[in-house]
Nanobody, 121 residues
Framework: QVQLVESGGGLVQPGGSLRLSCAAS????????MGWYRQSPGKQRELVAF???????NHVGSVKSRFTISRDNAKNTVYLQMNSLKPEDTAVYYC???????????????WGQGTQVTVSS
């Protein structure tokens, strides 16, 4: 089994910063892409950013220049540094990982439980 555990969410004022972390543990042979999604009440879950095993990244338009995704492969951990936060960034943030449990096994996508980020004065 694999677990993704997120941390770092909370309440922050507009213009503030937060850093989210997501650590993967369990039966892991290798991890391909890791990413962050978010979901606001009444809205669909949306992609925020993802990073591949080589460190290549992609950030969606609304967070470009404000958010930065990174990873530590030795720790099976992905991070999301969020700066200049806005009220519209308020959401539950979920991490995911596309990984293999064994060398020749298929790639599965696993999700974290989500962490609440609230941007409000």
């Amino acid at each position: 089994q694999v677990q993704l555990v997120e941390s770092g969410g909370g309440l922050v004022q507009p213009g503030g910063s937060l850093r989210l972390s997501c650590a993967a543990s369990g039966t892991i042979f290798s991890i391909n892409n890791m990413g962050w999604y978010r979901q606001s009440p009444g809205k669909q879950r949306e992609l925020v950013a993802f990073i591949n095993s080589g460190g290549g990244t992609n950030h969606v338009g609304s967070v470009k220049s404000r958010f930065t995704i990174s990873r530590d492969n030795a720790k099976n951990t992905v991070y999301l540094q969020m700066n200049s936060l806005k009220p519209e960034d308020t959401a539950v943030y979920y991490c995911n990982a596309d990984l293999r449990n064994t060398e020749r096994g298929p790639v599965y996508r696993y999700w974290g439980q989500g962490t609440q980020v609230t941007v409000s004065s």
